[in-house]
C-alpha cells in the first residue's frame, strides 16, 4: 500500500495553506480587494467576515486535523486485527451537534444585526446618485447638482452616498470592491446601497464592475470611481454643470470661492476592534448643499477639479490592447470645430449621444459625452481614453467591443453584427476630427 | 467467541477477513473468482431494448462519463482562455456559450445521470430485488436523457449553443435580449431532461417502498440506499418548480406571453425564485448520492460498521428538508429586505448542523478501524476532506451581508466546486472504483488508481484554491477576459495550470477504466470483504440478480447476519444457472421506449422548427406510447 | 395497462401494487406543479398593467373603450358543478368494476353496476367541462383578453389551460379504459386499473377547486 498517506495529503495542502498566507500578506498588490475596506459599510461586512473567516479556519483545521490523525493513526496495520464493530454513540453525536449549532449562533446573531444597520433607510442629507444600467455601460446622474456623467463618478470623502440603482435592460450589478458590497440593478425596482467612504483616505481612484452576467460584454462593464476632497469635489462639480466647450484649461487647483458648500466630514474612522459597535453605520445629519447658479464658461474653467492623469494608479488606467483588425494613421492631426460639424453631421454621432450646450447633440442612447475628454476610459473601462483609441472606436465599435450596439462608422469596415462591409462612413480624416473634438471637450 | 470469515480472498490480493459477530455461525467457503469473467452478451440490439437495470445503469454511467468529458472539455477552454489577462483564445459570444453548457453539462448531464447510474444499478441489488418497479420506464429515462441531452448539448458546436447562464436569469434570456435559437436549446433542452429525471425519481420511489426483500425493514437498508430515497424526493418535488418557471419563459419566447417581460409589470424575481426554489434542491440532489456512496465505500475499508447510522439516516432526510427552506440565499444581492434576507441566511447556517453530523461520522467510522487506503477509499477520505471546505465557504457565504462581498466573484466559483467536485464527484469516483468490480466482474488498476486520485486531488486544489483569493481580491465570474495589473493574474495562472493537471488525471482515469474492463483481474463477487446485500451474488450478476429472494436480519448481512443471510448468500454465489432454469420471469427486451423517447424529443425539435415536424412526432410518439402500453411487460407465468 | 395482469404476481414489501405507490409519487409531484402556476396567478394578481382585469372594469385611455371585468363566475360555477359530478360517477364506475360478477336483482343494481355507463358518464362530463372552458376561452379572447394581452391573460390561461390539459389527459384515459370494458369487460382484477384512473380524477378536480375558489371567488 502507500507510504504515508499523512505526509502526501499534507503536500498539497500544506502547499495551499502557506501560499494562503504569503498571498494574504501584502494587500497593496491587490487594488479590488474586498479586505482593505475605506468605508463604513465595507468595515461592517469585513468585521463579519473577520469572524467568518475565524471560525471557518477553526473548523477547517479541526476536521481536517482530526482526519489526517485518524488515517494516519487507523490506516490497517495488520489484517488479522479485527476492529471493535462499535456503532455508534449518543453522548458523541450530541457533542458535535451543539458544537456547531454554538459557533453558528455566534455567527448568526452579529449577522442579523449587520442586515438591520447596513440595511435600515439611507439618513436624510445624504448624497444620491442614480445609477442607470445598460448593456454595457454605466449611466451616472447626481439629482442634486443636476450632472449627467457615464462610467465615472466623483464622490467626496466622508460624505454619505446614497446609490439609486436602476436598469434600462437586463440585470446588472453595481460593485466597487474597497468601498462596499454589490446590489442588483432589477427591472421593476429601485435598489438602494448607501455608505459613507471614509473622510481619511487617499485622493484616488477606485474600480467598479458590473458583477451580474448581462451577455456578451459582460465582462467589459467597468466604472471608475474617484474618492476625493469635498472642496475637489465641488469643483469637478461646478465643471461637471458647465455645458461642454473646448479647450477648458483643467487646472488642479480649487480656488475657494468658487465652490459650492461642502460638508464637512462626518465619521471618524471606527475602530475595527470595538467589535458590535463597528457595524453602526455612520448618520451623517447634513442637508444637501443648494444647487449653486450654474456658473459661466469662465468660472468653471476657473475651478475645474479632474484628477490630472499623473496621479491615476496604473489599475485604474485599462491595459486592453487594440485589436489589429483596425488600422488607423494616427499622425492624422484632427481640427476640432470640423470635429463638431461631423458629430451631429456626417458622423451621426448626436442620435445616440447628448453633449451639453451643443443643442443638436441629445441622444439618450449612448453615453453623455459632456466632458468625455475628461474621462480616464472609454468603452466602459475597456480602453484608454486617448486619440488612438478614441479614433478606432469611432472607426469600428463593434470590432473594438464585441456585441455593441454602437454602429461601425468608418467607411469600408467590417461590421461583424451586420457581417457586411460599410460602404459608406468616415473616412480617416473626419475621424481625427471628430477625436480632436471629443478630446477638447475636458 | 467463535469467528466466522465471510468474503473470498481474491482481487486486491489483501485479506478481506472480517467476522460475522455472530456466534456458532457455520464458515462460509464462497465460489471463488472465476477464470474467465461473462460480460454482458448480446449485440448492440440487446442494449438498445434492454430493461434489464443493470444494462440501463451501464448506459447511464457510460453517457455520464462521455458528457463529463464533454464538460470538462469546455472547462479546460474556459480556463485556456482566463490562463493569462485579455487573452482570447474564444471569442466573448462563444465564452459564454462555453461557461453556460459546461454548468449544465457538469450539473444536468454528468452528475445527475452518474448518480442515476448508481441508483439504477445499486438500489435493486441493494433491497434484494430483481429489477426496478417499472423496467421499461426506466429504459424510456435513459433514452430521453441520451437524446435531451444531445439537444442541448450539439447547438454549441456550431456556436449557437445556450449562452443565457446555467440559471439563465430573465430578462437577459427573453426574446428581446436573446433573438437567437441558443437560449430555445437551453430552455427545452431541461423540459425534456426533467422529464426524464422525473420519470426516475417515481420509478425509484416505488422500487425502494415496494421491492426490499423480506426482512430489508427501513432501518437496514443500506445507506445509498437511502440517500438515493431522499434525492428521489427531493427530485419529484424539485423538478416541477422549474418546469414551470422555464415553461413561463418557453411561453414568452414562443407564443408572445408576458410573465418575465418588464414593460408589463413582469417581475425577473419571480423567475429567480422559481429557478433556486429548485436550484438549492438540487444541490443536495447532486451531493446526497455521492454522501451515500462514501457511506458505503468507508466502513468497508475500515473493517466498521458504519458509524451513527440512524443519524446518518435522519440528517440525510433533515438536510432534504431544510433544503426546502434557503433558496433565496442566491439572491442577498436582490435586495428582498432585512426580515427575508435574516431568515434566509439563518436557515442556511442551520443546513451546516446536519452536514456536519455526516462529517464527523464518517470521521467515527474511520477512527478505530484498519483502514484500507485502496483507490476507492482514497476518494472517499479526500470527498471528506474537500466536502468540508466547500462547506465552510458556503456558510461564509450564508450570511447575507458578508455575501455581498462574495456573490458572483470566483469565490463563489471556488465554493461549488469543492462541494461539487471536491463533494459529488470526489464522491461518485469512490463508487466506481468500489462498485467496477461488481458492475464489470473485474478489479481496476490500484497503480494506476491511485496516480489518477493524486493527480486529481492536487490538481483540484490548484485549480480551485485559489479561486478563493481571485474571488476576494474582487474578480467577478462569468467574465471572459480580464485586465492584467488587477492582481488577479497569478491565480488565474493557478487555476488554469491547475485545470491541465485534472485533465491529465481525467485520462489516466479513462485508460484505467478501459483497460481494467479488458484486462483487469477477476473479482469474484466479494472482492473487498463488504457487508452489503449486493455483495452476496456474482459479479457481474446474473440477469436475475438473486436466484433466491434473501431474506435480511441485518444492515450488514454479510458481517452480521444470521444463518439465513449466509445460507441465501451460498445459494446466489452459485451462479451459472440460467432464469428459465430456476423458472424466474423477467420482463421482455424492448425497443419501445427508446421509440417512444426518440418521437419526445423530436417533438421538442418540431416545436422549434417546424409546426409538421411536430405533429409527425406527437403521432408517432402517441403510437409508440400505445403500443409500449398494450405490449405485456413479461411472459404469462403460471 | 396489461402491466396489470403480471405486476400483481410479484412480490411486493407493502403488499400494495407498484402503480398505487407511483401514482401517489406522481400526484405529489402535481401539487409542486400546480402550487408553482397558482402562487404565480397570486403574486401577479393586480400587476398587470392595462386590462381587461379579472374582477375590476377597465378603461382603455388611448380608445375610452371600457372593457367589464372577465371573469364570468355564473357559468364557471356551472362547470364546477360539472365537474363535480364528474367524480362522483368516477366513484360510482369504479365501485361498478369492483362489484363484477355480484348478484345484479332490481334494476338500481343493474344502473349502478354498469361500469361502462359510469365510465362514459365520466368521461362525458369531462368532456363537458372542457367545452365550458372552450367556451369560456373564446368568449374571453372576444371580449379582448388574449394569452398575450397582460400578466392578467398571460397566468390565467396558462394556469386553466395547464389544468385543461390534465382533465383532456384524464378523459382519454377514460375512454380508453372504457374501450378495453367494452372490448372484453373490466372485471374485479382490473379494479387497480381504473382505482388509479380514479386517483387522478380526483386529484384533477381538487385542483379545479383550488383554481377556483382562488381565482374567481377570492376578488
Ligand atoms: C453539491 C452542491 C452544493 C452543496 C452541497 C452546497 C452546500 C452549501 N452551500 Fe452552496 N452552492 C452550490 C452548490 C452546493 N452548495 C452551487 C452550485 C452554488 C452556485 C450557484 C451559482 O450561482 O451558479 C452555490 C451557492 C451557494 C450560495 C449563494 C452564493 C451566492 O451566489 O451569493 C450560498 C449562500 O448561502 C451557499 C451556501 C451553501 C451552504 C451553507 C451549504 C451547506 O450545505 C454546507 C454545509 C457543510 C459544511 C458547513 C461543512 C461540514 C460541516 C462541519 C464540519 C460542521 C461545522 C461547521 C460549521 C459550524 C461552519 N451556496
Ligand atoms: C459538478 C459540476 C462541475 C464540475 C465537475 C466542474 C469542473 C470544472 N470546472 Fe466548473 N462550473 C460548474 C460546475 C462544475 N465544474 C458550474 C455549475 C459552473 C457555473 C456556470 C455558470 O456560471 O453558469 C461552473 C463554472 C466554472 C468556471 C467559471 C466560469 C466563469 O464564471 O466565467 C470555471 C472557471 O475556471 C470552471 C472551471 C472548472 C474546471 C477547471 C473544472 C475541472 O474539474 C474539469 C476537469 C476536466 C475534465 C474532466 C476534462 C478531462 C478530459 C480532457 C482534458 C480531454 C478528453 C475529452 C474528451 C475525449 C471529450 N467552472
Ligand atoms: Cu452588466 Cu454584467
Ligand atoms: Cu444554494
Redesign the pocket.
Known sequence: MIGSPRLRRLIPLGTVAVLALALAACARDYPNTTFVPHSDLGRAIDFLWKRLLL??TA?FIL?EAALIFIIWRYRRRNDDIMPPQTHGNVPLEIT?TL??AV??AFIAVPTVRTIFVTQAKAPAGAMVIEVYGHQWWWEFRYPQYNVVTANEIYIPKGRTVDFVLQTKDVLHSFWIPQLAGKRDLIANHINHIWFTPDAKMATTVWNGFCTEYCGTEHAQMHFRVVTVEPAQFGSWVTHQQAPGFFNASVTPANPPGATPAIVAPTNAPIPEQAGVSAIRMAQPNVTPPPPPATPTVTQAQLASFILPRTSVPAYAIPHTPLPSEISFNDRLVGDATNGEKLFVGAGTCNACHAVAGNALAAGVIGPNLTHVGSRIAIGAGMYVNDAPHLARWIKNARIMKPGNIMPTLGKGQYDPQAKTVTSTGLSDPQIADIVAYLQALR | MATTVIGPNVGTGVDTGIETGVPGLKPFTPSPAPATVHSYKGGIWSWLATTDHKKIGTLYLFTALFFFLVGGLEAEILRMQLGAPNRHVVSPEMYNQLFTMH?TTM?FLAIMPLSAAFFNFLIPLQIGARDVAFPRLNAFSYWVYLFGGLFISIPILFGHGPDG???GYVPLTTRAYSPGINIDFWVLGLQILGISSLAAGFNFITTIINLRAPGMSLMRMPIFTWMSFVTQFLIVLSFPIITIGIFFLLMDRFFGTQFYEPAAGGDPLLYQHLFWLF?HPE??I??LPAFGLVSEVLPTFSKKPLFGYPVMVYSGIL?GFLGFG?WA??M??VGMGPVADSVF?VT??L???P??VK??NWLGTMAQGQVRFTTACLFAAGFVAL??I???S??M??SPPA?LQ???SYF?VA??HY??FG??IMGIFAGIYYYFPKLFGRMMDEKLGKTHFWLNFVGMNLTFFPMHFSGMYGMPRRVYTYDSGQGWDVFNRMSTWGAYLIGVATLVFVFNFFKSRRMGKPAGPNPWGAGTLEWTIPSPPPPYNFAVLPTVTSRYPLWEGKEADVESARINQQSGKTAEQLGIVLPYDTIKPMFAAFFLVLMFVGLMTNRWLLAGAAGAMTISLYAWLTSPLEPEHH | MSTAATASHHYTTTGLDNRKIAIWAFIGSECMLFVSLISTYLIYKGRSRVGPFPHEIWKDPATGHVFNPILNIPVTSASTFVLLMSSLAMVLALAAVQNKGKPQRTMGDRILGSSKLWLFVTALLGATFLGFQAFEFTSFVHEGLTIKTNLFGSTFFTLTGFHGAHVTAGVIWLLSLLMIDIKRGLGPDDALNVDIMALYWHFVDVVWIAIFTLIYLIR
Open positions: 471560525f471557518g473548523v476536521v458535535w458544537i456547531p459557533i453558528l | 454548468g450539473i447562464g446555467w440559471f436550484g444541490v443536495y447532486l451531493v438536510i434557503v440565499h442566491h442577498f444581492a441566511g442556511t447556517m443546513i451546516a448542523i452536514t456536519g462529517i464527523f466536502f468540508t466547500g462547506g465552510i458556503g456558510v457565504h450564508s455575501d462574495q456573490t458572483d463563489i465554493h461549488f462541494v461539487l463533494g459529488s
